[in-house]
């Protein structure tokens, strides 16, 4: 199964970039000749989506519809249908998700986090669609001790076979010691619209915040969602540390006689 749809949550305020998110919306901070955003539009059009839709804060909502849609097409997205959809208030990344139902209606679709960018030829949406069989999915990376307090941790159900495995819940940046396994939520996920209805119910978890972390847990508690272990990790452009990495690499892939 593919998605020909994509959800491209990027409505942070970017508070790790400061003063470089000041003005500048965290979505469109450049690494190397584009905006972050960018290249996750790109990763989801490679995968085969047709049509994006990305979910922004209401300051940024105008230069990101500037950025994709005005003064003609961005070469390679001129036949890709970009919508912007502006999540008024910041009530978590399970809110921004839950924002675009009526865009993606009963269709599956992809999810990407736009603080994250796959390492060049290190693409994930295919196998993690592959790993989907028709259900939903979710990619995960081992993590290290200290990352369990910053990402989403799942609870394994199977062994891990080829890559995969079944998932039976996630737990919204648990820590050390609640981990219910080293799993964690990478931000590139492969959803039925099933998920919209579990959202629309949720209330306020983590953070006080609507956990798209938790939706999981319920979608996962079902049978209904399967984890995809990615080989490589992601490139994080949400701190300044990451985002100097993530030039590096990026752009030496694009001009190897920097090297
Ligand atoms: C979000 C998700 C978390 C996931 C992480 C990946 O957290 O809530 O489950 O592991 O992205 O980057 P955030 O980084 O927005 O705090």
Not at 36 to 54: D, K, M, N, P, S
Not at 133 to 149: I, M, Y
Not at 171 to 198: C, D, H, M, Q
Request: aromatic residues 6%; charged residues 20%.
């Amino acid at each position: 199964m593919t998605a020909h749809v994509a959800v491209i949550p990027a409505a942070g305020r970017g508070t790790r970039m400061r003063p470089a998110t000041k003005v500048v919306p965290k979505a469109l901070i450049t690494v190397v000749d584009r905006p972050a955003v960018q290249y996750v539009v790109e990763e989801a059009v490679r995968a085969g989506a047709t049509e994006v839709i990305l979910v922004v804060d209401l300051d940024a909502g105008h230069l990101v519809h500037q950025h994709f849609l005005s003064n003609g097409r961005l070469p390679g997205l001129e036949h890709v249908k970009i919508r912007v959809v502006v999540q008024e208030e910041a009530l978590g990344l399970g809110h921004a998700v839950w924002e675009t139902a009526e865009q993606v209606r009963d269709r599956s679709f992809f999810c990407l986090l736009a603080d994250n960018i796959v390492r060049p030829g290190a693409d994930v949406l295919p196998q993690l669609a592959a790993a989907a069989k028709g259900d939903s999915a979710v990619c995960l990376r081992e993590l290290t001790r200290e990352f369990l307090s910053k990402y989403g941790v799942i609870v394994p159900g199977s062994d891990l076979v080829d890559g995969s495995l079944d998932i039976v819940g996630a737990v919204e940046k648990p820590g050390p010691v609640l981990a219910p396994s080293n799993l964690g939520l990478i931000g590139r996920y492969v959803f039925t619209p099933e998920i919209f209805e579990i959202l629309g119910k949720l209330t306020p978890g983590h953070g006080g915040e609507i956990q798209l972390t938790d939706a999981i847990n319920i979608l996962a508690s079902t049978g209904r969602c399967r984890g995809y272990v990615a080989e490589q990790d992601l490139l994080d452009v949400g701190t300044p540390q990451g985002l100097v990495m993530a030039t590096w690499i990026l752009g030496t892939s694009q001009f190897p006689e920097l090297i």
